[in-house]
């Protein structure tokens, strides 16, 4: 910090001479630009002062909204030409009638309406419906907006602007009872054009029920009734279908796997298996006859399985010569559990096809019943057609009626005044100062630009300077170490606060010194 303070002493003066001439300059600059001049009025919008609850308001749209609405209402050149005219041209500082038209162009760039929020207390009490108040305070959010207007001479913008704000005031004032009255009359010729409707629907209606007295639909209960009890009965036999299905299923499974493992045991008689198998045994009683002596039991049983199977394969050959006789004793020969089964089978099947039967009368009535209910007679439908219609005409009529009346309400209310209501808080004010060019910003700017460029200045001097002022920079240029420090010969006029470093002497000892500079 030391470094830098002396480096802010020596370069002092390039500091100090950009800044000023910088800031005498940015504020000689600031009268090159021609003075302009804004006036500002502030406009409060007063609540509705009946609950919205009692009376709905007549404009609902948004308060950002309708004042851009209303500005752009008033900058439009057809309004602002009259509204010149009737200041005067001479009020306005205006040298040729040429004029007006710029100042129209001007009047449209310059205007501005900002939206505020303020705190009106006077404004808050007679204003209902607006936000809660924060714990501690007795004033209300009142909203509101700002219109300023700038030009180049400060009478001309007062008057412009206080023109400008009392045009808003009354467009505003004009716009809502228009909104009014024309609500007010588009609901009172709906409600004529529903009233004439309903009319006609009630003429229709009592001349269909005069038309078909004792025709009109009273069977409908008694239909349903009847309908259910058959649905009742249609499911009952579905079930019974459903059940005689899966126990016939599951029966031919079983019959399918009786007489599969019944086949197996007949094919024991099969020629083709039996000669195999007479093959076989003896096959086995050669192989026996070598090892074995006749007496021996594996070769006497094998034998006699040997004369077993060539009586068997015998009688079957036999069968074959007369086939007829054979189907008629396998058939007879069927196992009684198989018959029994075929015979469950075919009690199924009955009660399929009897189910079946009993299903379809069902539907076919069913259907009847549901052709009674849903497309009786054409009589029940036209009614309930009259009948629906006529509701929803009257309905209708209930709901313009109350739109009506709340309508009227509303324009009652409005021609009080004592609906939402904009309120004049400050008038148009006479400039005393210009709003552009603001001098001291200016010389503010000025001085900044100096400053930066004094320090930039300043920084490349101090780099481009390669003077030797204190023993650190004396050692960091020699890359040596000091051995001695001399003190300053100076007048009193130079002499600094004396200071301690640490040198060597010629033997080389780390000795103490104090000294005033280098």
Known sequence: MEDYVAMLKRRARVLAIPTVLAFVGGYMVSHAFPAKYTSSSTVLVEGQKVPDSYVPPVITADFTERVQSLQEQILSPSRLRPA????????????????????????????????????????????????????????????????????????????????????????????????????????????DEAKRALDEQDAKLAAFKKQYFGQLPSDVENNLRILASMNTQLDASTQTLGRAQQDKAYTESLLAQQTAAWKSSLSSTNPQTLQQELTQLQGQLMQLQARYTDDHPDVIKTKADIAEVQKKLKEVNNATA??????????????????????????????????????????????????????????????????????????????????????????????????????????????????????????????????????????????????????????????LPLLISLPWVGGEEDEVEPRRFWGRNGRGDSVEHEHVGV
């Open 322 to 479: 007369d086939p007829s006789d054979s189907t008629e004793k396998a058939s007879a020969a069927e196992p009684p559990e198989i018959r029994q089964m075929r015979l469950q089978i075919h009690q199924y099947q009955s009660v399929i096809e009897q189910a079946t039967l009993d299903q379809k009368r069902l539907q076919q009535q069913i259907g009847v019943y549901e052709s009674r209910t849903a497309m009786s007679p054409s009589v029940e439908e036209q009614y309930k057609l009259l009948t629906r219609d006529n509701d929803n005409a009257q309905a209708f009529y209930q709901s313009l009626l109350a739109k009506k009346s709340a309508a009227d309400l509303g324009q009652n209310m409005e021609t009080d005044q004592q609906g939402e209501q904009m309120q004049l808080a400050t008038s148009a004010g006479l400039p005393e100062k210009p709003s552009f060019p603001v001098r001291p910003l200016f010389a503010a700017a000025g001085a900044a630009v100096g400053l930066a460029l004094g320090l930039m200045i300043a920084v490349i001097l101090e780099f481009s300077d390669k003077s030797i002022r204190t023993e650190k920079d004396a050692a960091a240029v020699t890359e």
């Open 84 to 191: 010149l005219e009737n200041l005067g041209l001479e009020a306005l500082h205006a040298d040729k009638p040429g004029q007006e038209a710029s100042l129209v162009s001007q009047i449209q760039q310059t205007m501005q309406v900002t939206p505020v929020i303020t705190s009106m207390s006077a404004v808050a009490d007679q204003s209902a419906g607006v936000k809660k108040r924060k714990p501690g305070s007795t004033d209300e959010p009142v909203p509101g907006f700002n219109l300023s207007y700038t030009d180049s001479k400060p009478d001309r913008a007062q008057k412009v602007c206080a023109m400008l704000t009392s045009m808003i005031l009354d467009e505003n004032l004009r716009s809502r009872s228009d909104a009014a009255k024309s609500t007010t009359d588009f609901l009172g010729r709906q409600v």
